[in-house]
């Protein structure tokens, strides 16, 4: 699965970028079943269920001028899936690129995902509007 999201934003486009760099705001808040996130080394370690079925996340993140690269595996029940999440931060506009194979492809779909994305959009404008 591959998708591409836009957005725009009215904000400094350092705050937007220090919001969506934080693994503990970007991911409970775009995939609502993620329910914990906590710091593991060079890295991050999540949990959450979704459908009844716990599922673990390792999150890796890449920064660079405007752009924030997630990596991750989720894992349940010994399947697992791997995905990417990319944040490109454009002056007043952001592209979101997310990529995932895997158990959780067939399970989400498009109508998850569509609506998941959609609420975030919205959020984060909330969310960087209380941080100016």
Not at 29 to 46: D, M, T
Not at 53 to 79: A, W
Not at 105 to 126: L, T, Y
């Amino acid at each position: 699965m591959k998708k591409e999201y836009r957005f725009s934003y009215q904000a400094p486009r350092e705050l937007v970028m220090e919001k969506i760099s934080e693994v503990d705001y970007v991911f409970p808040k775009l995939f609502p079943p993620v329910k914990e996130i906590e710091g593991i080394g060079n890295g991050y370690k999540g949990s959450g269920k979704f459908l009844g079925m716990k599922f673990t996340l390792n999150i890796y993140k890449e920064l660079s001028n405007n752009t924030i690269k997630y990596s991750f595996t989720l894992t349940t029940g010994g399947k697992t899936g791997r995905g990417e999440l990319t944040f490109e931060v454009d002056e007043h506009e952001i592209v979101t690129l997310f990529s995932y194979e895997g158990w959780m492809e067939k399970i989400s779909g498009v109508f998850f995902i569509e609506r998941w994305f959609d609420n975030f959009s919205k959020e984060i404008e909330i969310e960087i509007k209380k941080i100016q």
